[in-house]
């Protein structure tokens, strides 16, 4: 019995549980509710008018979007506002800084004319740190003439990422998202490519490469078509140097039936077949933040229907305030992708944009989830690394606390460099508790510069001259 033969007997045989079963290959429609669509989504009558109003505000400045199965499948409405799922998709009023919440209340409440409100959320917006880490002008690759690529980063040397142009969106938004700018419709604030051209052009000429990933927004919510458009040219000898095909998605949360009953998933998972029989090593990255959202049947069908493609999920995500910041939490999620065949693969540290001061976690206590999370699992969940933070010269790794020579430090490790000649060398940081990102860090041992510091700086002039 192939493997997709026996995923799809493992789901039918699932009768006695006729609910999830029967529905699970029928096409669902899919219902999506947006700010203007707050006062339909009928679970939301319980909140008070206070609560309401709030999630208005908070969602005229920060995108909001969420869809059925969502609501219906992964909340639980006896637990509002605490349940983490909640958190993860509605908007709450601490996301904004009080004095931000309080100017666009006001604005909201006197009815004020469209274009003061509009000014009012672009400069609130703007405040916000929409381009973490330099994203635009520091990873973009350049073409021959100097011009910098559109829908393309190239930061480390193995891996380009690419964000298809109908990949643009999500089946629900994540409220700590850190592509958020992009979705709030400033089409400065995009990162785009309609062409998969340019994708193939510079994969072609740059025989380093051995990763594509394709990211978004979410490759997920496009059509089977034009995915394969971008990756089924890669079974050309041309592209033999591309050994792995990174497809980062959250669809495997908010939205199970793409891979079930949509309309094309059956052609999906004939496009990930051929991938992999192509020889290609497929790997789902797979955005997780707790294990409810592995804990339905649909979203274990889906899974469990990806893998008999023979692509490999790896699972990863941010650590976060008021959604899983809790060691449990990690423990019991990565325990759960370990039995469902999964693979854990980063714990980030939540980024420094959007509504940071309300998601974020020292890196301190972050180490500690870890940590204790780690302690629980097993060695085939250990492959999660983290706490990571992505930023501009590199994913560091919070490795440690630990005293050298009397002084408390941080044990800190590039797990991907700008040089590549960074990673795994360890580094130290004076300790502080309250620190949240690097660039609250400094180095231990009373040093001025880290040991990278002069050649990132190099690096970024550089870049910042051509960009
Ligand atoms: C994380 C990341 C990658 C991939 O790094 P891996 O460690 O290979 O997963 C590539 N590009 C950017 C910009 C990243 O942040």
Redesign the pocket.
């Known amino acids: 019995m192939s493997a997709q033969v026996h995923a799809l007997k493992a789901v039918s045989s699932r009768a006695a549980a006729p609910k999830a079963a029967a529905g699970f290959f029928e096409p669902v429609p899919f219902k999506v509710y947006t700010q203007r669509d707050l006062d339909r989504i009928e679970q939301l009558s319980q909140l008070s008018p206070e609560q309401r109003f709030e999630m208005k505000v908070v969602s005229s400045v920060l995108p909001f979007r969420v869809n059925q199965y969502v609501i219906d499948e992964l909340i639980d409405w006896s637990n509002v506002p605490a349940d983490p799922i909640f958190q993860l998709t509605f908007p709450q009023r601490g996301m904004l800084a009080p004095q931000h919440y309080a100017r666009i209340a006001e604005l909201v409440r006197s009815e004020a004319p469209k274009d003061v409100l509009e000014g009012a959320i672009a400069e609130v917006r703007h405040a916000l740190n929409p381009h973490p880490a330099d994203q635009m002008q520091m ?1 973009m690759p350049l073409d021959e003439h100097g011009k910098p690529l559109d829908g393309m ?4 040397r ?4 690419f964000f298809p142009s109908q990949g643009q969106t999500c089946h629900s938004y994540c409220t700590f998202c850190f592509r958020w700018a992009q979705f709030v419709g400033d089409k400065e604030l995009r990162i785009a490519s309609s062409e998969a051209n340019a994708l193939h052009d510079y994969l072609r000429k740059h025989t380093e490469l051995t ?1 594509l ?1 394709v990211t978004g927004g979410d490759p997920m919510v496009m059509r089977t078509r034009h995915l394969r458009d971008y990756l089924e040219p890669l079974l050309r000898p041309e592209f033999d140097h591309i050994q792995t095909i ?1 497809i980062g998605t959250k669809a495997l949360t908010f939205w199970p039936h793409r891979f079930l009953g949509a309309e094309d998933a059956d052609d999906l998972m004939r496009l990930l077949t051929q991938l992999v029989e192509a020889g290609k090593h497929v790997a789902i ?1 797979a955005h997780y933040n707790h294990w409810k959202e592995l804990d339905t049947e649909v979203a274990q069908a889906a899974v469990r229907r990806v893998r008999a493609t023979g692509a490999v999920i790896r699972a990863q995500g941010p650590l976060i305030a008021h959604i899983n910041d809790d060691p449990a939490v990690w423990a019991k999620l990565w325990k759960m992708e370990v039995k469902l065949g999964l693979v854990p ?2 714990m980030f540290v939540e980024r420094d944009t959007g509504a940071r001061n309300y998601f974020e976690v020292p890196l301190a206590r972050a180490w500690e989830i870890y940590q204790q999370a780690i302690q629980q699992v097993s060695g085939l969940a250990r492959t999660a690394r983290g706490p990571s933070m ?1 930023a501009s010269p590199g ?1 560091v790794e919070i490795q440690g606390v630990t005293e050298i020579a009397g002084e408390k430090v941080f044990v800190l490790r590039f ?2 460099g700008r040089n590549p000649d960074w990673v795994q060398r360890p580094f130290f940081a004076k300790y502080d508790e309250e620190a949240t990102w690097l660039d609250q860090l400094v180095p231990a041992f009373g040093e001025t510069k880290w040991f990278w510091q002069d050649e990132y700086d190099a690096i970024r002039e550089d870049r910042l001259a051509a960009a």
């Open positions: 990873n980063q190239h930061k480390y193995e891996t380009v990422l990763d990933l990174r990255m693969y980063y992505s994913k797990i991907q």
